[in-house]
């Protein structure tokens, strides 16, 4: 099993410690019981981020190569 380090926020960290204590279990049982369900009850991939998706009719055909679409590109307010 592969270990991975997590900052979590107080509330978070304080939940998950109580439930562990509660329920006599590692910490660490919690967190891969609560990131199975979680995997489960998410769906996939891309129904998490369909509404992110830009439709093909509504983006500009030519993005990349127009100039009139990178002006200003990579430069930051004050260099504009």
Do not use: C, Q
């Amino acid at each position: 099993m592969k270990t991975l380090t997590v900052k979590l926020p107080d509330p978070l960290f304080a939940e998950i410690a109580t439930s562990a204590k509660a329920r006599r279990i590692s910490k660490s049982a919690i967190v891969r019981e609560r990131l199975a369900v979680a995997g489960k009850s998410s769906g996939s991939l891309w129904s998490r981020m369909e509404d992110l998706v830009i439709e093909r009719d509504s983006a500009a055909t030519d993005l990349s190569s127009n100039e009139a679409h990178l002006k200003g590109y990579g430069k930051n307010g004050s260099d504009r």
